[in-house]
């Protein structure tokens, strides 16, 4: 599964702000992701660059999250069975 921050940078941001903040930071960042989505589609707004660099900090505290957790390879798994399941319903080999 692909990694988006180091090792080292999670076990930092962890170290330095703990775990309830980065949780809290990740509900953030996701909100923010969302907003910007629903500006894209209901106000039919040019922001791309927006939703990049909130796409990259969900990535960034997602990554985190698994660092958190321990479950890189109960996301991968995860991922792989969903996206088979994608496939069989779009009836791809």
């Not at 180091?6 to 170290?15: D, F, W, Y």
Request: include cysteine; glycine fraction near 4%.
């Amino acid at each position: 599964m692909t990694r988006y921050v180091s090792q080292e940078i999670c076990k930092a941001a962890l170290t330095t702000w703990g775990k309830q903040k980065q949780l809290m930071m990740l509900l953030e960042e996701m909100s923010e992701l969302q907003k910007e989505v629903l500006k894209n589609i209901n106000r039919n707004k040019d922001n791309v660059a927006a939703i990049a660099e909130e796409t990259a900090d969900v990535l960034i505290m997602l990554d985190q999250l698994i660092d958190m957790y321990d479950i890189r390879d109960a996301v991968g798994q995860q991922v792989a069975f969903k996206l088979n399941r994608v496939k069989e319903y779009l009836g791809i080999k």
